[in-house]
């Protein structure tokens, strides 16, 4: 081949083609070099340049938008009566929040005096906030030091808190960097050569960092340990202390936990210095604005039931909770196929899938979300609906943190539990745990757009026959009930 029909070949128009697209960090307009694809996220450049130097989301001078003056008359008014600074009242009020949550009114004046705090509190109750708000009020964006330090359990937890932390840090120029596992080392060792004001990771990730040099934690003097009880489930209780080893005997801590476990509490006495002790709705069984629909259930019927679920609802984000990672996979493409819009999120997943999946949840496109017990703890949707236990967890901690997923900050909610033959054995435990009993009631598929009348009792199968309507009713005591842990308003449809 000569020379000459090499330097004469039109050159391929794919190589300069552009393709329009939507950030989806910011969601603004841009254009990229390849056909964009529903499997792989596009970014606008600033976006893709933070995220390659650790952020979530761009924290950069010319990203913080002033504050209008709606939102600074707005802010006078948030939160009466904190010591709070006119910038971080306007970035709350920014927020669409005015009124402080429980947990917030009783621990944010503590931590910004400066006292050591253990907040125990349930999941969803606000304690993101309470802690991020004397944080970004303590912290010195003149000082280029790592000043405060945030662990959490899990990928998703961390992606969240930083959300929020971001979101009161970048009005007073405070740089946050994010640490977490299923990514490369790199873009987050350049971001902490960057320099930032404060870390959000997981303990894991946080002491691969320290391990190699990468993180210097001798300048902290804010330390929050979040969702303490599940890192502790995890198997992180040696990250952690090797972490706490590595800052300042002087900082402030706090802790937030949703349960006081033996190790959460000898934590608290080992590291916190004379902790005041702040608990709102601390009894984590005690759900009260969750209504409970139980129903047994054959399961070659669950997917019939599923629909007949999913088609009644209105347009609140579900959760719908699979036992296994094969078991969600599954019963999500089952889903699509049938024309629902599903997204799955399971222990499988790369980080950028995962966090494509919870993108689509929380904008809407995909509001139907199938999920193993990942999804229990440390997802913050708001407004989801209805949870649907599919599948029984292992134990009544699961549950409750499932069912925690909806009725959140006081809202309504509902959490709908199926329950076939094989786990009748597995309800029985977990109702024992839970110190309650359910009301339950058969799920008749017998006549379309009546799933939900009660069948008579030659209906049912022998499963679902009460021991008095099966004849074998026994003369020995009930089981002794203790106090109900929930505050349940069950019904029928």
């Known amino acids: 081949m000569s020379f000459e029909s090499l330097s004469t070949r039109p050159r391929s128009s794919d190589r300069t083609q552009r393709y329009q697209a939507v950030c989806a960090e910011c969601g603004t307009s841009t254009t990229v070099p390849f056909r964009p694809s529903n499997d792989r996220p596009v970014y606008c450049p600033a976006c893709f340049k933070a995220r390659r130097i650790g952020f ?11 504050f209008t003056e709606s939102e600074t008359e707005a802010g006078a008014a948030v939160f009466p009566g904190m010591a709070l600074s006119a910038i971080t009242k306007a970035a709350i009020a920014r927020m669409k929040i005015f009124e402080p949550t429980p947990i917030q009114e009783k621990s944010i004046p503590q931590l910004i005096d400066g006292r050591d705090l253990i907040g125990q509190a349930r999941t969803g109750s606000g304690k993101t906030l309470a802690f991020a708000v004397p944080m970004v ?16 359990p899990t990928r998703e937890l961390a992606i969240q808190v930083a959300g929020v932390t971001e979101a009161m840090a970048s009005p007073h120029r405070l740089r946050v960097t994010l640490l977490y596992g299923g990514r490369s080392l790199v873009p987050e060792r350049s971001a902490l050569r960057r320099g930032a004001h404060i870390i959000i990771g997981t303990p894991g990730r946080t002491l691969d960092h320290l391990r190699q040099g990468d993180l210097k934690l001798e300048s902290v003097q804010f330390l929050v340990l979040d969702e ?101 996979k599954k019963l999500a493409d089952q889903l699509e196929q049938l024309g629902y819009p599903v997204g799955a999120l399971q222990g499988n997943l790369s980080q950028n899938a995962r966090e494509q999946v919870m993108r689509g949840f929380r904008s809407g496109a995909a509001p139907i979300l199938i999920a193993t017990n990942v999804a229990a703890r440390g997802l913050d949707v708001e407004g989801i609906g209805q949870v649907i236990n599919y599948d029984l967890p292992d134990s ?17 909610g509902e959490a ?46 022998p499963q679902e026959r009460t021991p008095r309507e099966s004849g074998t009713a026994s003369h020995a005591p009930a089981m002794r009930r203790r106090r ?5 308003n069950s019904r029928s449809r």
């Not at 979530?56 to 002033?66: M, N």
């Not at 972490?243 to 706090?254: F, G, K, Y």
Request: with cysteine; net charge positive; hydrophobic share 35%.
């Open 416 to 461: 709908v539990t199926f329950i076939s033959p094989d786990e009748e054995r597995k309800w029985r435990e977990i109702e024992r745990g839970l110190g309650h009993r359910f009301t339950r009631k058969p799920w008749n598929t017998s006549r379309k757009g009546e799933q939900f009348r009660p069948q008579s009792p030659q209906e049912r199968t």
């Open 56 to 66: 979530s989301s761009p924290v950069k001078e010319s990203a913080v938008a002033p």
């Open 137 to 152: 009020e303590q912290c010195d964006p003149s000082l280029p030091k790592i000043q405060a330090l945030v662990l959490v």
């Open 228 to 328: 303490a009880d599940e890192m502790l489930d995890r198997g992180f209780t040696h990250d952690v202390e090797a972490i706490l080893e590595h800052t300042p005997s002087s900082r402030q801590t706090a802790l937030f936990s949703a349960t006081m476990p033996q190790w959460v509490a000898k934590t608290a006495t080992k590291h916190l210095r004379n902790p005041i002790m702040v608990e709102v709705d601390a009894d984590m069984q005690e759900l009260p604005t969750v209504e409970h629909l139980v129903y047994s259930i054959q399961k070659s019927d669950k997917l019939g039931a599923l629909q007949t679920l999913l088609d009644q609802r209105n347009d609140a984000p579900v959760i719908v909770f699979g036992k296994t990672k094969h078991g969600v």
């Open 484 to 488: 109900p842990a929930f505050t349940v």
């Open 396 to 412: 009544e901690q699961l549950f409750t943190h499932r069912v925690g997923r909806t009725g959140r900050m006081g809202r309504a």
